[in-house]
DNA sequence: GTGAAAGCGCTAACAG
DNA sequence: CTGTTAGCGCTTTCAC
C-alpha cells in the first residue's frame, strides 16, 4: 500500500524527477515519446501526485479555504458551486466543517494551518472583532453576510432589496397583513428585517409590519408560525428568513388544517435545493449560488494577490411558485 | 501576510528549528524556561504550524479522507460525529463533498492526493468494480452502506433489522396496509427493501407489503405517496427510505387534506436532525451517527495499520415520536 | 537540554 | 529536450 513517488517513476523509466514533473504538470519541456512514456508507466504504477508536497514547494498553495456549515443546505449549493469557480481558476477548495459540536474559530485555524491563500466564511457568526484579527493574518472574504469591518472582502446579495421583492410580490397579490420571521441575528437578519420594514412602509403598510422572532431551522418557523396564529388576526401571508424556516411554517399551516398557498402565503429565502423540490414548490428570492460563488472565487484571489477588499452586492430575483397567491377573499 | 514559520522562532528566540519542533509539538525534550519562551515568541509573532510540512515529513500523514454528500442532512450529521471520532485519535479529516456537479470518483481522487491513510465513503454509489480498484490503492471503508467487496471495510447499522424495527412498530398499532418506499437503487435500499419484505412476512402481512420506487429526496417521497394517494385503498402508514424522503412524504399528505399520524402514520429513516425538529418529530430508526463515526475512524485506523477489513454492523433503534399512530378505526 | 544535518515528495531555476 | 541542484517547512535521528 505503499504510495508510488516521481522517483519510482524516474528510475523506471531512466530518467530524472524533474522530467516527470514537467511530464505530470503537462507543462512544455519533454518530448512526446518521453511524455507517453511516462503516462504509461504512472498509470501502471498507479501514481497519483502528492498534493501537500507539491503545494509546499510552491510558492502560492492554490488552495483556497472554505468554513461552511454542514446542515446549511444553502451552503451546500454554495460549496459545490465553489468547487467548480476555483476549479475554472486552477484552485483547490479546502473544506471545513462548522457544526454544533464544532465552532467556527475551530474550523477556521484548521484551514489557517492549510496555509491557504485566502478564506471563505459562509454566513459567518464572528463578530467583527474576530473578522478584524483573522484578515490580519490571512485575506479573509465573507460569503452571503454583511459586515463593515475593515479589510474584511464581503460578497452578498443585496438582502434588504430581496425582501423588498417579497414584500412586492405579496403586496401585487393583494395582501396586507404580511410578517416577516426573522434570522435571529444570523448573518444577513438586520438587513432583511430593514429591507422588511422598508418595504412595507414604501406601500403605506408600516404599520402593518409584523416581525417575529426566527432562526435558520425549520423548528424556528414553526415556533414562530404557531405564534402567528394564536393571534387574533394572522397574517394573510409569511416571509421567512431562508428556505428551512420557511419549510418549519409550511408544516406547521398544513399540520394545522390551513392551506397554502389559499389561506396563507408563504416566501422562503435562498432558492435552496429545498425550495425548488416538485412537491414544495416555494416561493423564494434567489440568491443564486453560482454567481455568488463565482464572485466570491474572484474577490479571494483579488485579495491573496494583495488586492484590496472590497463589497460586492449582486442583485438577488424573486422566483414565484406556488407557496403565493390572492389572499384568501382578495 | 506572509506567514511566520519555525526558523522565525527558532532565530527570535535564538534556539534551533528542532528545539521549536519540540516545543510546538509538546513531547518532551525541552526545559520549562525554553518552553514559555518558545511559545510566547510564537504566540506574538502569530505563528501557525504548516500542516502540509508537518505531514509531508511524518511517515503518516495522521489524515483520515471522507468523502460525502453535501445535500444529505445524515451525512452532515456523520461527518460532525466523524471530527470528534477522528480528533480523539489525534487524526485531522480531509472532506470532500460529492454534489449533482461533482461526482465521488472527483472527490475520491482529491483525497488520494492528500495522502489519506485511508478514506471511508459516506453511503456511497460506486460498484463493486470500483471499490475493489479503490481498496487496491487505499485502506477504503464504506460507512452506512451494504457491500461485499474484497479488501473493503464496512461499518454500518442492521438495515434488514431497522426496517424490521419499524414494521413491528406499526404493526403493533394496528397497521396492517403498510407500504415502503424504497431508495431507488441507492446505499443500503435493498438491504431496507429486504427487511420490510421479511418483517412483513414475519407478521403475515407479506401480501400487504406494497414496495413503491422512491429515493433520497423530499421530491421522490412526494411523488410517491402521490401515487400511494391515487390508489383505491391508500396504505394506513408508510415507511420511507429516510427522514427527507419522509419529509416529502408528509408533506404531500398535509397538502391533500391528510392528517398525519390520525390518518396516515409515517416512519422515517436516520434520526437525522430533520427528524427530531419539533415540528416533525418524525418518528424514525435512528443508525446513531456518533456510534458509527467512534466505529469508522476505529475500522479505518485499524486498516490504515495493515489490518483486515471487516463488516461492523450496528443495531439500528428505533425513535418514536409524533408521526406514527394506531390506524384510523382501530 | 540542545543543535546539526538529513530528508519527506515535489518544483523551480539553471546547465548541459 | 533532459538532468542537476536547491530548497519549501517541518520532524527526526544522532551527536554534543
Redesign the interface.
Known amino acids: 500500500?505503499t504510495?508510488t513517488t516521481m522517483a519510482d517513476i524516474a528510475k523506471a523509466a531512466g530518467i530524472s524527477t524533474a522530467l516527470v514533473s514537467i511530464v505530470m504538470r503537462g507543462v512544455p519541456g519533454a518530448s512526446e515519446a518521453t511524455r507517453a512514456r511516462v503516462l504509461r508507466i504512472a498509470d501502471e504504477l498507479?501514481y497519483?501526485?502528492?498534493?501537500?508536497?507539491r503545494?509546499?514547494r510552491q510558492a502560492r498553495?492554490r488552495v483556497l479555504g472554505v468554513a461552511f456549515e454542514?446542515?446549511q443546505?444553502f451552503h451546500?449549493?454554495l460549496?459545490?458551486?465553489l468547487?467548480?469557480a476555483a476549479a475554472a481558476r486552477g484552485y483547490?477548495i479546502a473544506?471545513?466543517?462548522v457544526?454544533?459540536?464544532?465552532d467556527e474559530p475551530t474550523a477556521v485555524?484548521?484551514l489557517?494551518?492549510?496555509?491557504c491563500e485566502a478564506v471563505m466564511l459562509l454566513g459567518s457568526g464572528l463578530d467583527a472583532a474576530a473578522l478584524g484579527a483573522l484578515a490580519?493574518?490571512?485575506?479573509t472574504l465573507l460569503v452571503a453576510r454583511h459586515a463593515d469591518v475593515d479589510g474584511v472582502g464581503v460578497v452578498r446579495a443585496d438582502d434588504v432589496r430581496g425582501i423588498g421583492l417579497a414584500v412586492d410580490h405579496l403586496v401585487g397579490l393583494g395582501h396586507r397583513r404580511i410578517a416577516h420571521i426573522d434570522g435571529a441575528g444570523a448573518a444577513g437578519s438586520d438587513d432583511r428585517r430593514c429591507g422588511f420594514h422598508d418595504a412595507m412602509s414604501r406601500h403605506g403598510l408600516g404599520r402593518a409590519a409584523d416581525v417575529l422572532t426566527g432562526g435558520l431551522?425549520?423548528?424556528a418557523?414553526?415556533?414562530a408560525m404557531?405564534a402567528l396564529l394564536a393571534r387574533p388576526t394572522p397574517p394573510s401571508a409569511v416571509i421567512a428568513f431562508n428556505d428551512r424556516c420557511a419549510t418549519?411554517v409550511?408544516?406547521?399551516l398544513?399540520?394545522r388544517g390551513h392551506r397554502?398557498p389559499a389561506d396563507v402565503s408563504v416566501v422562503g429565502y435562498d432558492d435552496s435545493?429545498?425550495a425548488e423540490?416538485?412537491?414544495?414548490q416555494m416561493t423564494t428570492v434567489s440568491q443564486d449560488a453560482r454567481a455568488l460563488a463565482a464572485a466570491a472565487v474572484d474577490q479571494a484571489l483579488r485579495l491573496a494577490a494583495?488586492g484590496a477588499p472590497a463589497e460586492i452586492v449582486l442583485s438577488p430575483r424573486l422566483v414565484v411558485r406556488a407557496t403565493t397567491a390572492a389572499p384568501p377573499g382578495a
Not at 48 to 53: F, G, H, K, W, Y
Not at 136 to 139: K, Q
Request: avoid cysteine; glycine fraction near 10%.
Open positions: 500500500m504510495r498507479g497519483v501526485p502528492d498534493e501537500r508536497a503545494k509546499l498553495s454542514l446542515q443546505p451546500g449549493d460549496v459545490e458551486r468547487y467548480a483547490d473544506l471545513s466543517a457544526a454544533p459540536t464544532r485555524d484548521a489557517l494551518r492549510e496555509r490580519g493574518r490571512v485575506p431551522t425549520e423548528e418557523g414553526a415556533r404557531a418549519g409550511v408544516d406547521t398544513l399540520h397554502v435545493r429545498l423540490a416538485p412537491h414544495v494583495g
